[in-house]
């Protein structure tokens, strides 16, 4: 069974997140979505992040028939446990971590980066409102 992970926010899930999803998922034979915690993502995004509340993100991404697990994570060394403990053979990454240390990256067999679609993105829409 080949196992794919993919890792993020999903505040407001778009387009750009489902065609990561879809893409991630034709990749493998088992899907696990890492969600960053509400605690991590006000880090990370601000004190008005995230819009939904992790509860509600989770019960979104497990609803999607691309994904076959969602986990969450608080911190950097709890993303890199769970990478460890799982050990997916694929990790599907945004393109904008090209040259970025990516939290993991020495557990897995390969690294898939996707590029991000133009205009898609939870803080743009966040922007526009």
């Known amino acids: 069974m080949t196992k794919v992970w993919v890792n993020g926010t999903f505040d407001i899930v778009h387009l750009g997140h489902i065609q ?3 893409k991630a998922a034709e990749l493998g034979d088992y899907l696990f979505v890492g969600v960053d915690s509400d605690k991590r993502v006000k880090e990370l995004k601000g004190d008005d992040r995230p819009i939904n ?5 989770i019960t979104l991404l497990e609803a999607i028939k691309y994904v076959d697990r969602v986990v969450t994570f608080d911190s950097d060394e709890e993303l890199e446990k769970l990478i460890k403990t799982i050990r997916p053979q694929i990790m599907v990454i945004g393109d904008e971590y090209k040259d970025k240390r990516i939290i993991g990256s020495e557990y897995v067999n390969e690294i898939v980066f996707f590029p991000k679609l ?4 939870s803080t743009n829409i966040i ?3």
């Open 20 to 22: 990561l999803l879809k």
């Open 118 to 121: 133009d205009g898609f993105s």
């Open 127 to 129: 922007d526009k409102l």
């Open 53 to 57: 509340k992790l509860v509600s993100r």
